[in-house]
């Protein structure tokens, strides 16, 4: 059974190389080679990691002559962003009714002070 995109994404986040290497992209296109400089690991370990990125949809890998750019897919990271984003206007939401409960519990507590 095929994971939903949403899940495959995600999946493909959960690794910090894998983080590293978008944050690269995020700067412009780069190299196989250029993408494994920062790491101790090795070109077809890169390549593992790469190809989950391409499998979620995340980057893209082209031909052009000898060169194979890879570079980040900015609009895959939507529907991550979208769901992350529901999550945190409700705890937005949730901290400012918080913050008002406990507004109202110190003005109590100022005014008994006085009684």
Request: glycine content about 6%; hydrophobic content about 40%.
């Amino acid at each position: 059974m095929r994971a939903d995109p949403l899940s495959t994404t995600f999946a493909a986040l959960a690794d910090p190389t894998r983080r590293a290497i978008l944050a690269r992209l995020a700067t412009g296109e780069s190299t196989v080679n250029e993408l494994a400089k920062p790491f101790s690991i090795s070109l077809p370990a890169i390549s593992k990691h790469l190809k989950v990125l391409e499998e979620a949809g995340l980057i893209q890998r082209g031909r052009e002559a000898q060169w194979r750019p890879c570079r980040l897919k900015p609009d895959a990271l939507k529907s991550a962003y979208d769901w992350i984003e529901r999550y945190r206007e409700y705890w937005e939401d949730r901290f400012d009714r918080l913050d008002s409960f406990l507004a109202e519990l110190q003005g109590d507590d100022a005014g008994g002070a006085t009684r």
